[in-house]
C-alpha cells in the first residue's frame, strides 16, 4: 500500500526512473543480447534472389537488418546498442567538468570575492547574445583546436565551460536566497568559516536543486552535441591529410551524434540513420527531463512538510 502510495504521489519520479533503468539496462546490458553484434560487421554487398548485389546502406528488414544498417553495412541497432555507453560518458564527463567549476564559481560570486560576481555577471550578460552553438563552433574551429591530438578534451572542456555561467549564476540564485535564513546566520554568528559554511550550512539545503540542475543539463548537453553532430562537429574527430595541402575529417567513434554526419543527405536516401540516432538522443533527453522535474516536484513536497 505505501509503495503504490508513493508511486501515485510521485508518478513522473517513478516514470522517470523507469526510463532512466531502461536506458541503463540497454546500455549496459543491451551489448549482450543475442540481437546485438558486438564485432559491428561491416557488409559490402548483400545478394538479391538474382545475384545482383545491394550496397549499403540498407534499408530496415526483418530478416538481416531490424532498423537498417549504415553506410558501413553495420547493423544500426547493434550501432545504438554499443554505442550508447560513449555516449553518456561523454555527455556525464561535460555536465560534471561544468558543475565541478560552477559551484565553486557560485559560492566565490556570492561572497563577492575578487570580484567574481562581476565577471560572472559579464559572462551572462555576453553569452547571452550569442547561441551556445554558435559559440562552441568558433571556438573548436580555431586551429589551435582543430589540429591538436587532444582535440577531444578540449571539445569537452570548452562545452563545458561555455554554459559554466549559466550553471553558476543558477547556483548562486540559489546561495543568495538561503543566506538570510535564521539557520545560516546561526553558522556566521558560531565563527564558522567559508568552506565549513558552504558544506554544512549551504550544501545540505541546496544538494537537491544541484541534483536537478545536473540531471536538465545532461539533457541540455545531449541536445548541444547532437546540433553540433548535425553541422559536422564531434568530440572525437580528427584530421588526416589526404593530398598536399588537403585535409579530410575522420571519425572513429561510435556514439549517437556520428550517425548525423550525413543527415542532410540521408533524410533523402536513408532517413532510417538520422531519424533513430535522434530518437535515441530524443528519448534520452525526455527521460532526464520527466526524472528532474519527478526529483523536483519530491523536494517540494518534502519543504512544504517542513
Known sequence: MRLAKFVKDNFLL?????????????????????????ELEEVQYLWTEDDIPI??????????????????????LSLLVMGAKETLLVVILITLVRYIIAIPLAFFAHKKWLGTHLMLNWLN???????????????VML????????????LVLIIALVEVGRAADAVKLELDEIS???YILSGVVAGAGSFRLFKYYFLPFIYGKLIVYMITDLGKVMFLIGQLA?????????????????????NSSISWPMLLMNATRDIRMAIWI???SAFAMAFTIFS???LAQGIQNLFKKRNTYI
Open 125 to 139: 550578460g555576453f553569452l547571452s547574445y550569442i547561441p551556445t552553438i554558435l559559440m562552441v563552433l568558433l571556438i
Open 55 to 76: 550496397p549499403p546502406p540498407f534499408e530496415p528488414s526483418n530478416e538481416n537488418y531490424l532498423i537498417g544498417s549504415d553506410h558501413a553495412g553495420r547493423d544500426l
Open 180 to 182: 538570510s535564513k535564521e
Open 230 to 250: 548535425f553541422i559536422g562537429v564531434f568530440v572525437s574527430q580528427y584530421l588526416i591529410q589526404v593530398d598536399a595541402g588537403q585535409f579530410a575529417i575522420r
Open 274 to 276: 538520422p531519424f533513430w
Open 288 to 290: 532526464l527531463n520527466i
Open 14 to 38: 517513478c516514470f522517470g526512473v523507469v526510463l532512466i533503468l531502461l536506458l541503463l539496462f540497454v546500455t549496459f546490458v543491451g551489448p549482450y543480447l543475442p540481437l546485438i553484434d558486438q
Open 143 to 154: 586551429p589551435p583546436f582543430l589540429f591538436t591530438e587532444f582535440r577531444p578534451v578540449y
